[in-house]
């Protein structure tokens, strides 16, 4: 069995480095643990331990759903935290305007349900997880550090493909294994 996930990889700038820079050393006395740019990616769905049956269904419905979807634009430009204010437990960078990657979401969801996928109890908030959280020292500078953050990013990335990883956990994080890519349709201009 192979631990597998769908999403859409992200390709960062220098631009985004230099905010995601400057957010982690204000948050440095904080217990953050950081995603490496070089990982980024929008997960349209988690899928777990995922048998070869299994897989064999994927590669069935995956190039449906990316057959039916032209490649398009997401801006992402907002910053938020998933949890409370008082128990904030991930910082994530999202897209509230990009309803092609909302669609894609849902028909992705629908369309593994219906090939005995089953779906997830929360929606779909398409979103990159920056940090995931695990103990923060000051609340009141957290969220001081992140109101002047919930506005700082500007990413433009043009999606034109989602991608079936592998997902293999380490010590050192989690290696992620790109098994197959499905391309969405060229927009013709």
Not at 48 to 71: F, I, N, W
């Amino acid at each position: 069995m192979k631990r597998l996930f769908i999403a859409i990889k992200i390709e960062t700038d220098n631009n985004f480095l230099s905010t995601y820079q400057e957010l982690r050393k204000l948050l440095v006395m904080e217990k953050i643990k950081w995603v490496a740019p070089q990982k980024m990616h929008l997960t349209l769905k988690f899928l777990g331990k995922t048998t070869d049956d299994q897989l064999l269904r994927l590669h069935d419905v995956l190039p449906g759903v990316a057959s039916r979807y032209s490649e398009f634009d997401m801006q992402f430009n907002k910053a938020g935290i998933f949890g409370s204010s008082y128990q904030p437990r991930v910082i994530w960078l999202g897209d509230e305007q990009s309803q092609e990657v909302r669609s894609l979401g849902e028909d992705m969801l629908d369309s593994l349900d219906a090939a005995g996928f089953a779906r997830d109890r929360q929606n779909f908030v398409p979103h990159l997880t920056l940090g995931r959280i695990k103990q923060i020292n000051s609340k009141k500078q957290f969220q001081k550090v992140m109101d002047q953050f919930r506005s700082a990013f500007s990413l433009r990335v043009r999606v034109n493909e989602i991608v079936l990883y592998q997902s293999i956990l380490k010590p050192a994080g989690p290696l992620y294994i790109a098994l197959k890519k499905y391309k969405l349709q060229t927009k013709q201009d």
